[in-house]
């Protein structure tokens, strides 16, 4: 068992965990933090990848692009935290409506 | 008349369906990933060779500002639009008037006075430090954007005191800087942000500035811009 086997297969179940309650759980908050998830689970693995073909130093490039990452995540989270807080403000909902609920 | 009862799971079939479909999904993600042909060294050898070229010493700044400059360009320009975008979903144009927090007492107060200071000279230093180790203008910008929130939450006006335009400036001065800089390289007959021999330090330096302006700004913004203000019904 390597580093790389353990750190891969952790971020293949965690973007499985999180892809599963992006879809199941109806509050958007979570559904924001779940995407977050998912995004780490692809650091993790990027992060693996750059270790494993560690020549002495790690791959510099999967490096930057974990750091590309993390600012772009950072900044789809907050715009979505954006578009909540107007729904909620909009409507006081913090999900969105249910199919079912729209036609009474 | 008995029927067949319904089984009640603990959960509902939809959450069950879900779960087997993604389980699937990971399972097979796994897989894919243990398959993945080993490639000895990967791409440091290349990025190794090519080092000397580059406007900067470290490996993960040469691949940030040199061999992938286009990927940080590109990544900058995200964070000014989810920092436009939000401003424009909470009808603002600068954060000067939303409402700073509750005071939270005189331990943040002092806190804040006393950190906020050694934040700003830690950035300074972290992008220093960029062209040779460990940092640059991310670690730099988020390290100011910090100091910006912490400001923020004690009281102050942290970056309230921008107006509009010099906050629009603001955000988008990293990716004007990235553009300029490869509309230089171009006119010079290179390819896009492929710096002159010699120049590239100088360029790189200068485009982090601006880009560690930028991401402070864009970061502080992001937090800032989703509390409620004076004129929020």
């Known amino acids: ?104 | 008349l008995t029927g067949r009862r319904r089984v009640r799971l603990p959960v509902s079939s939809r959450t069950l369906a879900t779960g087997i479909l993604t389980a699937s999904l990971g399972l097979v993600l796994a897989g894919t990933m243990l398959r993945l042909p080993r490639d000895p060294g990967g791409l440091t050898q290349l990025a190794e060779e090519y080092l000397p070229d580059a406007g900067a010493g470290h490996p993960v700044t040469a691949v940030l500002l040199d061999f992938r400059a286009y990927d940080t360009w590109l990544e900058v320009g995200v964070l000014v639009l989810a920092a436009l975008g939000a401003l424009a979903l909470r009808r603002r144009e600068s954060v000067a008037d939303v409402d700073p927090p509750p005071a939270a007492g005189p331990v943040l107060d002092g806190v804040t006075r006393l950190v906020v200071p050694v934040m700003v000279v830690v950035a300074g230093y972290l992008l220093w430090l960029g062209t040779h180790a460990p940092g640059g203008a991310f670690q730099s910008g988020a390290v100011l954007a910090a100091a910006g929130i912490l400001l923020f939450i004690s009281g102050g006006r942290s970056i309230g005191v921008l107006s509009g335009r010099r906050l629009a400036a603001a955000l988008v001065g990293g990716f004007v800087a990235f553009l300029l800089v490869g509309l230089l390289t171009m006119a010079t007959g290179r390819a896009l942000l492929d710096y002159p021999p010699g120049t590239a330090s100088a360029l790189i330096v200068a485009v982090e500035l601006a880009v560690t302006v930028t991401i402070a700004v864009g970061l502080t913004t992001l937090f800032v811009v989703t509390r409620r203000g004076r004129g929020d019904a």
């Not at chain 1, 965690?14 to 199941?24: D, E, N, R, T």
């Not at chain 1, 510099?60 to 990452?69: D, F, I, Q, S, Y």
């Open chain 1, 1 to 104: 068992v390597t580093p790389f086997l353990i750190y891969s297969v952790l971020s293949a179940l965690l973007f499985a965990v999180a892809l599963h309650g992006l879809i199941v759980q109806p509050q958007l908050l979570r559904k924001v933090l779940a995407l977050n998830i998912m995004g780490s689970s692809v650091f993790l693995f990027l992060v693996a990848v750059a270790y494993r073909n560690a020549d002495p130093a790690p791959d510099p490039v999967p490096h930057a692009m974990v750091l590309t990452g993390i600012v772009v995540a950072v900044s789809a989270t907050a715009l979505a935290l954006a578009v909540a807080r107007r729904l909620a403000d909009e409507t006081g909902l913090d999900r969105l409506p249910e199919r079912d609920e729209e036609q009474p």
